[in-house]
């Protein structure tokens, strides 16, 4: 973890890895240590109503860049969906009653990024990620080498990076807003957008 200082706001970052069970403890040891009055955590709001309503059993990846996500992390713990590091979190501040804030775009602001960051033919160009994903032979020692490995891989083009871009400027942005109010907030990033958003918190 880390701590960024904004105004009267300290702000814990904690990057975390998605879909690892061991992560829910890091989380859950993290609140324990920070003791924060807010949590954030680098999902939209769509999500964090569906992870507040969810009571059913693990889910199957919803596409194939899951399924390769999943199956790479598998060589060191078999991952799960929903993510444990904001399930955890969530369920954990709800039960204390402590504010709980999505950092990231909502469905219809994402739709409009991706629109205009990431070209047409970069569309066309996903089959042949798709196989290349397959083919892929991923060099990490550990799952959060895999995750940024993982990462350059499907954000490496320009469109999508700028995508990814825009996303962590937009969770600064939102970290700003929050720290406005003061207090300490722990905010669990997803580990391949964490530099990024403490970037953007110094610019």
Known sequence: ????RLGDASIWILPSVRGPPSEANIVR??????R?????????????QTLRAYHEGPQEPGNFE???YVAGLSAWEPPVLPPPCFFEAVRIADARGMGLEALDMDEATYAENYVDSVSALEVVFQGRLERRLAKKRF????PREFVLEWDSEVNGSRGFAQLQRRRERFMASRLRQIAAAGGTVLAIIELERAEGVRAALRE
Do not use: H, T, Y
């Open 36 to 48: 924060p009055g807010r949590v954030a955590l680098s999902i939209g709001p769509e999500e964090l």
């Open 139 to 142: 060099r990490a020692k550990d």
């Open 66 to 68: 899951e399924e390769i």
């Open 29 to 34: 040891n993290s609140i324990e240590s920070v």
């Open 1 to 4: 973890m880390e701590e960024v």
